[in-house]
């Protein structure tokens, strides 16, 4: 006897064998509406999710909502001619990018197309934009330093290898400089960049390209552009591209370190695209579609085993505030989706202290597990007293009357705070790094003239490249930094300052 379910069964089996993407190419279908960058098609009912789809005229688009009437598409660049009724084809694969070594020195654009008039790009193999983040399994703690060159957040917020920190404040604070200069200190360091810049003005991309050719760090950097003027399906895509590149170095057991120019941006983007379709926020106050297509994409930086080859992945992700709320939703989801955050004050940019790192308000949830051993004991104190300064500077702006203790407190912050002033573009290697922070931990500077510490600062950083290699060796190392080796250096450092002490 027939099974009342069976002619319903023998009906799904049909409709399965009709639309799989074996027989893709036969579906076709023809566009519903048109709108800014998105279009709905009918008629492709084996469409799969983020399907790429071609369109009459060679334009492509990626299936982004698969609803029972017409399939939402997002556009991956610029409608010219096509129109309502247009012919639309599968093509049975999801949209994909170039990966391997001859993207590096180039730039290029989230499908993987040249931008820089270098020729064609040789394409070795590809890879799915969209991937599942690394399993649990495959992972490791974060326990390698990836230096910054930035001596307030070498020494103050420790970022390591595999770590995903969170780079936020107001527009025009050096939050881009910060992850460029981070770019340039990977020199010698064998480590790939990849700069990803998401609906960027075309001004503001070619200053960073030309601070990266100017310092020759386009030989180990990949640029992806997406343009504030491009169709936000490019901007959308372009992160994940980014990291799609990245994780085929990273499987290969390298270090990768991804720029993220900005989230803000790429949240702007999906919004745009979520209205058109009629997409829901999920929830109102802290819309969780955002928070997940961010927690997805962040997910994805890492620190691999070694069974998977020991390679990582460091996200530097950047978001803009707006008068610094920190509680606004895309910075209260990335605080809690990262590993920590290098906040940058205005007010610190505008009294002209360069980095405007607010060292109160960063954090590195690594901690000093991601720092050479020669950082400890040094940046721990130096960072409460700095912060304890920042407190009495407060009393001090009053003329309040203070006693000897607290004055040479103020004095020991003042020098910590001028001693933290960097310019752009100018990162400080380790042992330079380290011989500042021990003079300044030994109180030598204390003796020092405020009006004479820049000069100070260039006397300390030249000495540190006439240390002995041994000692440079030990420093640089994994290995314990001893204490026998601290001494040595805080000695030498009082031998080069000597001339400058207050009599």
Same mark, same amino acid.
């Given at each position: 006897?027939?099974?009342?379910?069976?002619?319903?069964?023998? @009906?799904? $089996?049909?409709?399965?064998?009709?639309?799989?993407?074996?027989?893709?190419?036969?579906?076709?279908?023809?566009?519903?509406?048109?709108?800014?960058?998105?279009?709905?098609?009918?008629?492709?009912?084996?469409?799969?999710?983020?399907?790429?789809?071609?369109?009459?005229?060679?334009?492509?688009?990626?299936?982004?909502?698969?609803?029972?009437?017409?399939?939402?598409?997002?556009?991956?660049?610029? *409608?010219?001619?096509?129109?309502?009724?247009?012919?639309?084809?599968?093509?049975?694969?999801?949209?994909?990018?170039?990966?391997?070594? +001859?993207?590096?020195?180039?730039?290029?654009?989230?499908?993987?197309?040249?931008?820089?008039?270098?020729?064609?790009?040789?394409?070795?193999?590809?890879?799915?934009? $969209?991937?599942?983040?690394?399993?649990?399994? %495959?992972?490791?703690?974060?326990?390698?330093?990836?230096?910054?060159?930035?001596?307030?957040?070498?020494?103050?917020?420790?970022?390591?290898?595999?770590?995903?920190?969170?780079?936020?404040?107001?527009?025009?604070?050096?939050?881009? +400089?910060?992850?460029?200069?981070?770019?340039?200190?990977?020199? %010698?360091?064998?480590?790939?960049?990849?700069?990803?810049?998401?609906?960027?003005?075309?001004?503001?991309?070619?200053?960073?390209?030309?601070?990266?050719?100017?310092?020759?760090?386009?030989?180990?950097? *990949?640029?992806?552009?997406?343009?504030?003027?491009?169709?936000?399906?490019?901007?959308?895509?372009?992160?994940?591209?980014?990291?799609?590149?990245?994780?085929?170095?990273?499987?290969?057991?390298? @270090?990768?370190?991804?720029?993220?120019?900005?989230?803000?941006?790429?949240?702007?983007?999906?919004?745009?695209?979520?209205?058109?379709?009629?997409?829901?926020?999920?929830?109102?106050?802290?819309?969780? @579609? *955002?928070?997940? !297509?961010?927690?997805?994409?962040?997910?994805?930086?890492?620190?691999?085993?070694?069974?998977?080859?020991?390679?990582?992945?460091?996200?530097?992700?950047? !978001?803009?505030?707006?008068?610094?709320?920190?509680?606004?939703?895309?910075?209260?989801?990335?605080?809690? *989706?990262?590993?920590?955050?290098?906040?940058?004050?205005?007010?610190?940019?505008e009294q002209g202290m360069l980095p405007a790192v607010e060292v109160e308000k960063s954090v590195s949830r690594v901690g000093d597990k991601?720092?050479?051993?020669?950082?400890?004991?040094?940046?721990?104190?130096?960072?409460?007293?700095?912060?304890?300064?920042?407190?009495?500077?407060?009393?001090?702006?009053?003329?309040?009357?203070?006693?000897?203790?607290?004055?040479?407190?103020?004095?020991?912050?003042?020098?910590?705070?001028?001693?933290?002033?960097?310019?752009?573009?100018?990162?400080?290697?380790?042992?330079?790094?380290?011989?500042?922070?021990?003079?300044?931990?030994?109180?030598?500077?204390?003796?020092?003239?405020?009006?004479?510490?820049?000069?100070?600062?260039?006397?300390?950083?030249?000495?540190?490249?006439?240390?002995?290699?041994?000692?440079?060796?030990?420093?640089?190392?994994?290995?314990?930094?001893?204490?026998?080796?601290?001494?040595?250096?805080?000695?030498?450092?009082?031998?080069?300052?000597?001339?400058?002490?207050?009599?």
């Amino acid at each position: 006897m027939e099974n009342l379910f069976d002619p319903l069964f023998r @009906d799904l $089996e049909k409709v399965r064998s009709e639309y799989a993407p074996g027989v893709s190419s036969k579906e076709i279908g023809k566009v519903k509406a048109i709108y800014q960058g998105v279009v709905l098609v009918d008629g492709l009912p084996g469409t799969g999710n983020e399907e790429l789809l071609k369109f009459q005229g060679g334009l492509y688009g990626m299936a982004f909502n698969l609803d029972p009437d017409a399939i939402g598409v997002v556009l991956l660049g610029e *409608i010219k001619n096509l129109q309502v009724g247009d012919k639309v084809e599968r093509t049975g694969k999801v949209v994909d990018i170039p990966v391997g070594s +001859a993207l590096l020195g180039r730039v290029i654009d989230p499908l993987g197309f040249a931008l820089d008039n270098k020729g064609l790009l040789e394409q070795s193999s590809r890879s799915p934009v $969209e991937r599942p983040s690394p399993p649990i399994t %495959d992972r490791a703690p974060v326990s390698r330093p990836l230096q910054t060159g930035i001596k307030v957040i070498d020494a103050f917020i420790p970022v390591g290898r595999g770590q995903r920190e969170l780079i936020l404040g107001d527009r025009q604070t050096g939050k881009t +400089a910060i992850a460029v200069n981070t770019i340039l200190n990977q020199k %010698d360091k064998e480590v790939i960049c990849i700069y990803c810049a998401i609906g960027q003005q075309a001004a503001s991309v070619t200053k960073t390209l030309a601070v990266l050719d100017a310092h020759q760090a386009m030989d180990y950097t *990949i640029v992806m552009i997406s343009q504030g003027n491009d169709p936000p399906g490019l901007i959308y895509l372009a992160p994940y591209a980014a990291t799609s590149i990245g994780e085929y170095f990273m499987e290969m057991g390298k @270090d990768v370190l991804i720029v993220y120019d900005d989230l803000t941006h790429h949240a702007r983007a999906y919004r745009e695209i979520s209205l058109l379709l009629r997409r829901p926020p999920g929830r109102e106050a802290f819309p969780g @579609d *955002i928070f997940y !297509i961010h927690a997805r994409l962040l997910e994805r930086g890492t620190q691999l085993n070694n069974e998977r080859g020991g390679g990582s992945l460091t996200a530097l992700p950047i !978001i803009e505030t707006e008068g610094q709320n920190l509680a606004a939703y895309i910075p209260t989801n990335l605080i809690s *989706i990262t590993d920590g955050q290098i906040y940058l004050s205005p007010k610190l940019f505008e009294q002209g202290m360069l980095p405007a790192v607010e060292v109160e308000k960063s954090v590195s949830r690594v901690g000093d597990k991601a720092q050479r051993p020669a950082y400890r004991g040094l940046a721990s104190p130096l960072k409460l007293a700095y912060i304890q300064y920042k407190e009495l500077e407060v009393f001090m702006r009053f003329g309040t009357r203070m006693d000897d203790q607290t004055k040479k407190y103020i004095a020991h912050g003042q020098r910590i705070q001028e001693f933290l002033f960097q310019m752009e573009f100018d990162p400080v290697s380790l042992p330079e790094q380290i011989i500042i922070l021990t003079a300044l931990s030994d109180g030598l500077l204390d003796k020092i003239p405020l009006e004479k510490l820049k000069q100070t600062e260039k006397i300390l950083r030249k000495a540190a490249r006439l240390l002995p290699e041994d000692l440079l060796d030990r420093m640089n190392s994994s290995e314990t930094f001893s204490e026998k080796d601290r001494e040595t250096l805080a000695e030498l450092a009082d031998m080069w300052l000597k001339r400058f002490y207050i009599e």
